[in-house]
């Protein structure tokens, strides 16, 4: 299995001050048969020099500059172009791995994915550690930190409308990324529709394990743990929009789950049936962001 190689996906955009950090704790895994492909979306800082520095003295690394600055969803799928592997991870460029992530996770993934002789598209995520932007630990398991349960991302039901899976987690195999291509324009995040698609179609698991340091800092937090007014008030709006974004992937996805075109219109009556089928068995899980989605949903869905 070590001699497997797998191709890691980072994605970047003005990440000068972790991104070192990040790429070296890559480069240092206990598996060493990697490719890191680094795409690039438009930073104005030294990103893409530190890149190119430590492309040029590990073969390992290759840098590639997204054409259109889009956000994040277009920059991995634009990296996506350069991967043909047989497993495919994501990265952030923020975090820092454990050094024996690559290796847990294909060991997992290889166990899971060949069913009775069969091959399924599968996907696994893990738990993470969430740290300061000194890596000191905050919380050893992310999903008690943020009081979200990670099982609920294997039933298909949930995934149809939300997910807690992190892409920075995930790791993927070839058949899925066949089959479910390139993330859509309109889906809100790429480890949400590859997570759907691998319920849908294949094969999903949990590894309870911590494998990333999750770094909180100025530019990225835990929502519930911000403090001050003013830093709620922007963390509202900024998950009004969020959910706004996630009703219009929910749509897709409900249509795609039962076959019908994207262009097709949802009855009032099918969508008080995910309220009460898909949505309300999970009501407990962050409550304020349900009742908001289900309002939403109702109005635009």
């Not at 895994?29 to 430590?54: C, F, N, W, Y």
């Not at 592997?85 to 460029?93: E, M, V």
């Not at 995520?125 to 630990?137: C, G, K, R």
């Not at 304020?288 to 939403?296: E, Q």
Request: some cysteine; charged content about 20%.
């Amino acid at each position: 299995m070590g001699n497997r190689v797998v191709d890691v996906i980072l994605a970047t955009h003005n990440g000068e001050k972790y991104i070192q950090e990040q790429i070296e704790s890559i480069l240092g895994q206990t598996h060493i048969a990697l490719r890191l492909i680094v795409t690039d979306d438009g930073s104005t800082d030294s990103t893409v020099a530190i890149v190119k520095r430590i492309a040029a003295t590990d073969a390992r690394v290759s840098l590639h500059i997204c054409p259109d600055s889009t956000g994040v969803v277009s920059n991995f799928n634009y990296g996506l172009q350069y991967s043909d592997a047989d497993y495919i991870l994501f990265s952030d460029q923020d975090d820092v791995w454990e050094n024996n992530k690559i290796e847990v996770m294909l060991a997992r993934i290889c166990e899971t994915e060949n069913v009775n002789g069969t091959m399924n598209p599968c996907l696994g995520f893990s738990n993470l550690h969430v740290v300061d932007e000194h890596l000191h630990t905050i919380h050893h398991d992310f999903y008690r930190f943020s009081q979200l349960t990670p099982e609920n991302n294997l039933n298909i039901n949930y995934l149809l409308w939300r997910s807690s899976v992190y892409g920075c987690t995930t790791i993927m195999n070839r058949l899925l990324l066949n089959m479910a291509g390139n993330v859509p324009a309109n889906i809100a995040m790429h480890d949400h529709w590859y997570a759907f698609q691998a319920a849908l179609h294949g094969k999903i698991f949990y590894v309870p394990q911590a494998l990333i340091k999750y770094r909180q800092h100025s530019a990225n937090v835990v929502g519930a743990h911000q403090r001050g007014l003013l830093a709620r008030i922007k963390r509202f709006r900024k998950t009004l929009n969020g959910i706004k974004r996630s009703v219009v992937s929910a749509r897709l996805m409900y249509l795609m789950f039962h076959h019908k075109d994207a262009q097709s219109r949802i009855s009032l009556k099918d969508k008080v049936l995910f309220i009460k089928n898909n949505i309300l068995p999970y009501y407990k899980e962050r409550m304020t962001y349900t009742i908001i989605f289900s309002i939403f949903w109702l109005i635009h869905g």
